[in-house]
């Protein structure tokens, strides 16, 4: 529905030209399929986004604003910096007066009912986006603590997702400075129109967001998800202005009889991205489905054990692989609890609130905001009944191979992980059938369990 909205709104302001292009972008765009089912509050940024700048193509104010407003306060803080030029926007056309209103009736909205809520579940005031924020950016370590990354980090994820796609999206402000210069339009430069969004304007988010978070040391790939679909938008409007340019040049100087040859860059284009971007779906999926599969066949198994010991508590116990527990989904209830085993890892691990009515009342013990290994998360091999283990040749102290100890572990399930170390980076990156086979190489991404089973209550009768 999000993308629907921003479809509509993209049509309204640019046309259809530029709409089928950002449609078929959206569809086959390898970043959209990694981030649009990604359970992460920069997922949830990235359809709110989608609505606000719909809604600004719309000229429905209201709407923009409230979803920046959801976005920002239930989401991701920092995705009111996709908000910066629509508050702009408003206030030159409208006046600040306007802004103002939409803003404080839109936070009242959102965030009056969510420091509520937060407040009566922690037992003490608590503005979430506020505390990220302060956290982030103003925090003793912040999140360089949890790892840098070079500058060109966010470029080679751009076009492992994008492609050309992102190419053409950077390229997208030198294009509309080329159709300035040929077109000679004034009106181009100007917010003369109150019905319509400047061209230049609806560039900014996109280029603002780059210019914050290309620059920071600490990288992720999730932070690009919000502006995957602007980076999409700005990729059609490049072709548009491409095409536009083009068809200018055949009527001016009448190098062609015919002119329909002018759409064949844009067909090009959506036919290698199109390509690559499946492949680059595929791939991924081919290469890091293993999670997901072993502990959705764990929850299956957990259920049946479950009905066989309905008063046993079971140890799912990961190590190296902490990092890849997709959530506590996966464990039908109390009964099976995550627990952590030492790994190579020494920076702080997550930790459960108390099992109580008020346990979000309570600050855990064994915290601390600089990322330092709290060594308290950790339970010995002994105590597991489960161990979610990646099968690598190597092994250290701390990271043993669990899948060689037979005496103790037999393998439950077991899926394919791709091991990218030993395989090829363009055929890993994406696939292509038979050579993708032959190029890469797969290590066992396997659920454990105990031999011989600690001691627990009888099985049910049957």
């Known amino acids: 529905m999000a993308e629907t909205y921003f479809y509509e709104g993209v049509l309204v302001r640019f046309g259809s030209v530029v709409g089928q292009l950002l449609l078929v972008f959206l569809l086959f765009a390898s970043g959209m399929f990694v981030s649009s089912c990604g359970y992460l509050p920069s997922s949830f940024a990235m359809l709110m986004v989608m609505v606000a700048m719909g809604a600004w193509f719309k000229r429905d104010n209201k709407i923009a604003v409230l979803a920046i407003a959801v976005a920002s306060c239930l989401g991701w803080p920092f995705a009111a910096a996709v908000g910066i030029p629509i508050a702009?926007?408003?206030?030159?056309?409208?006046?600040?007066?306007l802004f103002v209103i939409y803003a404080g009736i839109s936070g009242l909205t959102v965030l009056g009912p969510q420091v509520l809520l937060d407040s009566f579940l922690y037992h003490r005031v608590v503005v979430a986006p506020l505390n990220i924020v302060l956290y982030n950016v103003f925090g003793q370590g912040g999140p360089d603590l949890y790892g840098v990354e070079p500058?060109?980090?966010?470029f080679k994820n751009g076009f492992l997702n994008l492609n050309v796609v992102f190419v053409l999206a950077l390229l997208v402000f030198p294009m509309w400075v080329l159709r300035l210069l040929v077109l000679r339009q004034k009106d181009m430069l100007t917010w003369a129109s109150a019905r319509r969004v400047p061209f230049w304007l609806s560039l900014v988010p996109m280029y603002l967001w780059m210019a914050i978070f290309f620059t920071r040391p600490h990288k992720e790939e999730r932070f690009l998800f919000p502006i995957y679909p602007l980076i999409c938008l700005s990729a059609a409007l490049s072709l548009g202005v491409l095409q536009e340019l083009l068809t200018t040049v055949v009527v001016r100087f009448r190098w062609f009889r015919h002119g329909n040859w002018v759409i064949f860059p844009g067909i090009l284009v959506t036919i290698v991205f199109a390509f690559l971007g499946t492949t680059r779906s595929v791939a991924l999926y081919k290469g890091y489905h293993a999670p997901l599969e072993?502990?959705?066949?764990?929850?299956?198994?957990?259920?049946?054990?479950?009905?066989?010991?309905?008063?046993?508590?079971?140890?799912?116990?990961?190590?190296?692989?902490?990092?890849?527990?997709p959530s506590n989904f996966f464990l039908?209830?109390?009964r099976w609890q995550l627990r952590f085993l030492r790994s190579e890892f020494r920076g702080q691990l997550p930790q459960p609130y108390l099992q109580s009515w008020n346990g979000t009342w309570v600050i855990p013990s064994h915290m601390n905001d600089m990322n330092r290994e709290e060594t308290s998360r950790y339970i010995s091999e002994d105590q597991c009944d489960y161990i979610i283990d990646l099968d690598t040749p190597t092994e250290t102290q701390r990271e043993p191979r669990y899948s060689a100890m037979t005496s103790k572990w037999k393998v439950l399930f077991s899926a394919d992980f791709l091991d990218a170390q030993r395989s090829n980076a363009l055929f890993r990156s994406f696939y292509?059938?038979?050579?993708?086979?032959?190029?890469?190489?797969f290590l066992s991404y396997n659920v454990l369990q105990r031999v011989k089973r600690r001691k627990r209550a009888p099985p049910k009768a049957s």
């Open 294 to 325: 072993v502990y959705n066949q764990l929850y299956y198994h957990a259920v049946n054990e479950s009905e066989r010991y309905p008063s046993a508590v079971h140890y799912v116990c990961v190590g190296k692989e902490w990092y890849r527990f």
């Open 432 to 441: 292509i059938p038979y050579y993708s086979e032959a190029e890469t190489k």
């Open 332 to 334: 039908p209830d109390r």
């Open 151 to 154: 500058f060109s980090f966010y």
């Open 88 to 97: 702009l926007d408003i206030m030159y056309r409208f006046g600040p007066r």
